[in-house]
């Protein structure tokens, strides 16, 4: 887990400019270990960051408490193999040296929220008086088909919420990797607006 700090850019050696976010990696600190035995599946849950206990919940302080740890901010579950799961114990710091310049990395946020949005702007519709839409240019226009079936269609692309919702941004390299400072910069945007948390998995997807 990170906090998404802000965009910049860096200059590698030939010169070229490469637009980064910055990313605020704080140790994550193993709260709990989840078994298939136990839990019916393995993963690790994480806390990331420290939250003072005055703003800290009885629930929290005591689940925290249990794995000798301070309260966090955040926690969030990774699901691993029962064979990665023995690696790591209760308490164990997660650092940001895990990853390393050039690795393929998936960063997994929530998006920024945009409120009530048409058609045009939410689903990229062209501008026009056709296809049902009349004296109206930014509306969508006819919704339903004729005679058979008689109804609209399940999943149409209508006025809606737009954004504020889970985003995954696949296959995206890390440039950089400052484990003093604990930052970590990858190439291209993330979701979520500054200040927000995000999650950074190895990419699942193979580069194409």
């Known amino acids: 887990m990170c906090r998404k ?84 114990e209760v308490g164990q710091e997660i650092g940001v040296d895990i990853f390393s310049a050039g690795q393929r990395v998936d960063v997994i946020g929530t998006s920024k929220g945009k409120g009530y949005a048409g058609v045009v702007k939410r689903h990229g519709f062209g501008v026009r008086t056709t296809h049902g839409a009349h004296e109206y240019f930014r509306h969508g226009g006819s919704i339903g088909p004729g005679s058979f079936p008689g109804r609209v269609i399940k999943g149409l692309r209508m006025p809606g919420h737009m954004g504020d919702e889970r985003v995954t941004t696949l296959n995206i390299e890390v440039v950089r990797v ?31």
Do not use: W
């Open 178 to 208: 400052d484990a003093e400072k604990r930052l970590l910069f990858v190439r291209g945007g993330v979701p979520g607006h500054n200040d927000a948390m995000v999650r950074v998995r190895p990419s699942v997807r193979a580069r194409g």
């Open 5 to 88: 700090i802000g965009m910049t850019q860096l200059f590698n050696d030939a010169g070229e400019c490469i637009p980064v976010t910055v990313l605020d990696a704080q140790p994550n600190r193993v709260v709990q270990k989840k078994t298939r035995d136990k839990d019916g599946y393995s993963a690790l849950q994480l806390g990331y960051g420290e939250r003072a206990q005055r703003h800290a919940t009885k629930a929290l302080q005591g689940h925290c408490a249990k794995a000798q740890v301070a309260p966090a901010k955040a926690l969030r579950e990774s699901r691993i193999s029962a064979e990665e799961l023995d690696k790591y």
